[in-house]
């Protein structure tokens, strides 16, 4: 039996196949069905047993890379069930919570809708490590596949859902937040959380509106990834239906961003700084793990109950391995995605909107009034096109700055004590992110003007 390589998929920026979080590809193009089988024969390589469990999120797509994927599990022996269209939390917990060896999930999470990909999940339930990135990646450029003479079964899981959903709700006082009947704003931003979050609202009692609930490959509610230039609906939906908060989903359902009851978008970084209070709270001298382009305010929330805070380089694998390595309670990234160590390691939307029904439920205080408590901070992010020689160049005329340097990812200046600047390359997209954070609005927005042309000029922008 032979088999084709596509070596196009592979990264250009990471010359890798596995990008920040996960594989990812445009459909037909740098992510054929050749290359979907041979990835998953690699991937059964590694795992060498199954059952595996494979979930996909609800783009044209998924369905068919799917049955590729089952296929290719029951040609090296592995038996394997398909849980069908599931977030990705819901996904990764199920492997955990029912006895899988691993699990696959098919998403190219906030990607454009012509992008699909795959997120590798160990039997713990949480993404495989870096490390075992990489030996999935040597089966496949070594050819070293597993075929077996006897197939292996394929089945359906249908208890995913429902073990997701029951795991959230032993998370949070489920009597209390039913007692309050807060009203809650849903943007499914026609993704995989669609057939999770109003179920999950309706058994805590909430009363809930939704908006973009189709699920749609195309993604034509406001696109597959919420940002605050693109929550504009929910915000008014918000504010129209007097609702007590808001959340939008990305495509996949791992990530979310949180709206106040006045129709104020709140940045992922500043949502987590209010469920890491929260948490911190209830269980002191815990730790917290994040990435380095997230908020240094985070240290001054978790001082205050003699809590740790550990960072990591960008991506949720980086900050998923690192709680289960130090025993955190809290992960987190700037984008949204926020990690509840009691429940599992990894970002899950729902659990974080759980999170937040649970605070407002034991407070008089509005969502407004709670985020008013917390430390100011301001924070933005920009992108531009850029290859990685591009970004060799950025990084040659930064690193002259007479200031204190990180180069855990990219790299990070410290301007002053409450002020800083950080490029990166991405791991997913042909371009490279910058992060600011200031303590004012102005400074913010002058350090971002400052060094989004310096980078420009090195990029031969």
Known sequence: MTFKTNLSIVDGNMGRLFGTNGIRGIFGKTLTLDF???????????????????????????IIISKIV?????????????????????LQLATKKLGYNGGIMITASHNPPAYNGIKVTAKDGI?????????????????????????GIMTNEANAIRVYLRGIKTQVNTKKIRSQRPKVVLD???????VTAPILCNELGCQFVVINEKIDGSFPGRGSEPTPQNLDKLASTVVRTKADFGIAFDGDGDRSIFCDEKGNILTGDRSALLLSKYILDKHPKSKVVTSVNSTSVTEKIAVNTGSKVIRTKVGSVEVSRKMVSVGAIIGFEENGGFMYGKHNQVRDGCMAMALV???????????SEEMANLPLSYTTKGKIECSKDDFKKIIHTLQDEPYKKDFTDGIKIFLDKSSWVMVRLSGTEPIARIYVESNSQIELDDIFCKYMSKIKSAAGR
Do not use: H, M
């Open 36 to 62: 979907v089988s041979d990835i998953t024969l690699s991937i059964a390589s590694f795992f060498k047993k199954g059952p595996i469990l494979v979930g996909y999120d609800g783009r044209e797509s998924s």
């Open 70 to 90: 089952s296929s290719a599990l029951s040609s090296t022996g592995l038996d394997s069930a398909v849980c069908g269209l599931v977030p990705t939390p819901c």
């Open 127 to 151: 993404e495989i490590s870096r490390e075992d990135e990489l030996k999935v990646e040597e089966f496949y450029f070594k050819k070293r596949w597993k075929i077996s003479r006897k197939f």
């Open 188 to 194: 499914l931003g026609n993704g995989a959380q669609a």
């Open 357 to 367: 029904l649970d605070l407002l439920s034991g407070t008089r205080r509005t969502l």
